[in-house]
């Protein structure tokens, strides 16, 4: 079945590491999207990608970093400059241009320990 | 920028009550607008897409309506069910970006 696959679901941290998220999707998507979730709190958008090998920042793209080297893969890295990086972390992907609908993973639950 | 800014950020009624949420929008160029579902500690589910050229859409109990000119849409939700608690959050799409509101949090009383 086609769709989007976040892992881990959940992923702690220690202080000052680096860790990455994973992004995968089947739905031959163009655009993959980052989005932070924070406890009663709408999504932030982090990082988008409309093609390979090009991404924009977003809103909150402080501290985080991306890469889209593959159509399918839009890895998410949380840098140590990222000071409060305990959230709900969602993936979406979308057809480039009008008339299309955005699909989300699951998620990823990260917690700084 | 867009802006997106949902009414009201909680809500609580008894089971059985129609009910509205409110959802605005700053920039009316946009592609669509969604309605989605979000339970405590989960992901996204997506109930209703209205795309621009659309006014409204329905599902079951659900409708959502979508006025671009006045950048508002409402989701209205019949006969409520204890089952409905939930954040409903709207998400609109435009220039390659999906912008979200904060969210309803929504507590249906059985």
């Known amino acids: 079945d086609g769709g989007i696959t976040q892992s881990p679901k959940y992923l702690f941290r220690k202080e000052g590491q680096n860790v990455t998220l994973s992004c995968e999707q089947n739905l031959n998507h163009d655009a993959m999207y980052w989005y932070r979730q924070d406890p009663g709190q709408g999504l932030r958008l982090i990082y988008y990608?409309?093609?390979?090998?090009?991404?924009q920042k977003g809103d909150i793209a402080e501290g985080y970093s991306v890469s889209r080297e593959k159509k399918e893969s839009f890895p998410l890295t949380v840098t140590s400059a990222q000071k409060n990086p305990t959230a709900f972390y969602l993936c979406?992907?979308?057809?480039?241009?009008?008339?299309?609908?955005?699909?989300f993973g699951q998620g990823t639950r990260l917690t700084v320990v | 920028k867009q802006e997106v800014t949902q009414i009201p950020a909680a809500l609580s009624v008894p089971e059985g009550e129609n009910l509205v949420l409110n959802c605005s929008f700053t920039d009316s160029a946009i592609y669509n607008l969604q309605w989605f579902r979000q339970d405590p500690g989960k992901g996204l589910t997506s109930l209703l897409l209205?795309?621009?050229?659309?006014r409204e859409q329905t599902s079951g109990r659900l409708n959502a309506s979508l006025d671009k000119s006045s950048g508002r849409s409402t989701l209205y939700i019949a006969a409520s069910q204890p089952g409905d608690s939930a954040t409903y959050l709207c998400?609109?799409?435009?220039?390659?970006?999906?912008?979200f509101g904060a969210g309803t949090r929504l507590f249906v009383k059985a």
């Open positions: 209205i795309q621009s050229s659309q």
């Open positions: 979406a992907s979308l057809l480039t241009g009008a008339n299309t609908e955005a699909f």
């Open positions: 998400a609109v799409t435009g220039g390659f970006k999906t912008i």
């Open positions: 990608s409309q093609i390979v090998n090009d991404f």
